[in-house]
């Protein structure tokens, strides 16, 4: 196995931040990342991923920087960057070809290079390596190696955190794998699983976040229909999981970095295969629905609750694509927020953990604190985050107009994920929807 003392980590998000704090208490760290303001936090201390938090943060031994020299005398380099896709739904590998690009440019002779960014089968070896060799002018398998280890971070999630998390690892040839393998072994308390080649452990992700994107996609279709049928889809669902071998899903809004990417490529792998995937195809056309139908049930519900819907003041809580995480990638809640606006709607965006200046600045998103909503003639909770959770009836209840302001309207409130209790709301007056 080859020695490894100085570990490099490529790209410090959600995946990357973590995984160089837990590197760092056995290995020389050097975290770098390209973004010259997220350096500057990470050097005061300061996680705007909400990963790690501000104390874990500084205890962590980790040398940050933004000048990619710095990795050159790394002995195992991972590369954690995102893989997001195009406007039409393919793969954009710009992300990992252009991190692969610069890691080429300053890995030393001998370093293993190991993908932590979500691909389908084949980038690694038949993109990635080439691009490595190119701007190195080293020769792979002779001169340096390479690996994949699919990263599984839950953003947001304080349970299923890296480390009880098994770890798939892979690479290029048998010593690899084990050099790989005992690196992570290191921080991985619940053990790694040695894939046997690196398609693989690049299939392997994409098979376990579309798997998830169907399920959820089969509960979203049972949810349309049941709402035709004037059935709550909930109490369904809670009757379902009294069976031993129920799944537990439920209908919801699918974004982020993951179960709302991957599938396309797979996707997009199929169909230059010549195969069209006719499952994962369906559920994600049933999943990037959801939010019209949101959209389309929220004016149903202010029409039928005889709201002026000119002069509506309507409140969207949530903005980040999960709950208690600053994350906004791919956010359906962002795109129901433009789709209420582009019909002239008055909306107004709230989340208390979404950063301000960023989610205006990406997005055109204008957040306003909790304590300003006032006057509300609908409440649309998209989010479970656990501030609205934690709302009070009499809370819920003070957002609104009150009596005599609404002319007859009933309040409206939208319960995206089901949080409160649906009788409750409506013997209090509301009319509640959920999904």
């Known amino acids: 196995m080859t020695s490894v003392n100085h570990i490099a980590v490529v790209g410090l998000g959600y995946v990357g931040l973590p995984l160089a704090a837990a590197f760092s208490e056995f290995y020389k760290v050097t975290g770098y990342d390209c973004n010259k303001e997220k350096i500057a936090l990470y050097k005061q201390g300061i996680d705007p991923t909400e990963e790690l938090g501000g104390a874990q943060l500084k205890k962590a031994n980790i040398h940050f920087t933004d000048n990619p020299a710095d990795i050159h005398d790394a002995d195992f380099i991972v590369v954690a960057v995102p893989t997001p896709i195009n406007g039409d739904k393919t793969p954009d590998l710009r992300p990992v070809e252009s991190s692969s690009a610069t890691v080429g440019r300053h890995m030393k002779k001998g370093a293993i290079v190991v993908y932590e960014s979500t691909v389908y089968p084949g980038v690694t070896e038949n993109t990635c390596g080439p691009i490595l060799e190119k701007e190195s002018g080293l020769v792979l398998g002779r001169d340096f190696k390479i690996g994949y280890s699919p990263e599984r971070i839950n953003p947001g999630d304080k349970v299923h955190v890296l ?84 799944l537990g899903f439920t209908p919801g809004l699918v974004g982020g970095h993951c179960i709302g990417v991957d599938p396309y490529y797979f996707i997009y792998e199929a169909e230059l295969l010549g195969f069209h995937s006719h499952i994962i195809t369906a559920g994600r056309h049933i999943n990037d629905g959801m939010s019209d139908f949101v959209v389309k049930s929220l004016i149903e519900e202010l029409l039928k609750s005889r709201v002026d819907t000119r002069h509506a003041r309507i409140y969207l809580l949530g903005m980040t694509f999960k709950e208690n995480c600053p994350d906004t990638r791919n956010s359906r809640a962002i795109e129901i927020y433009h789709k209420l606006k582009g019909y002239g709607m008055q909306v107004f965006a709230v989340d208390p953990h979404a950063d301000p200046a960023m989610i205006k600045k990406e997005y055109g998103v204008e957040l306003i604190p909790l304590s300003d909503i006032r006057d509300a003639d609908c409440v649309a909770v998209l989010v479970a985050h656990k501030e609205f959770r934690d709302f009070s009836l009499g809370k819920l209840i003070s957002l609104y107009k009150d009596e005599k302001k609404r002319e007859g309207a009933l309040p409206v409130l ?22």
Not at 414 to 435: C, H, Q, T
């Open 163 to 246: 480390k009880n998390i098994v770890k798939i690892v892979s690479g290029m040839d048998k010593e690899t794998l084990e050099t790989i393998a005992s690196v992570y072994s290191t921080i991985i308390e619940a053990g790694v699983y040695r894939a046997p080649n690196i398609l693989v452990a690049e299939a392997a992700k994409l098979c376990e976040n579309s798997q998830r994107d169907i399920n959820i996609a089969f509960m979203n279709e049972l949810s349309l229909v049941f709402h035709l049928m004037h059935i709550d889809t909930l109490e369904v669902v809670k009757a379902m999981n009294t069976k031993w071998n129920a």
């Open 414 to 435: 939208l319960d995206v994920k089901g949080i409160y209790d649906a009788e409750e709301m409506k013997k209090s007056g509301f009319d509640y929807w959920r999904l």
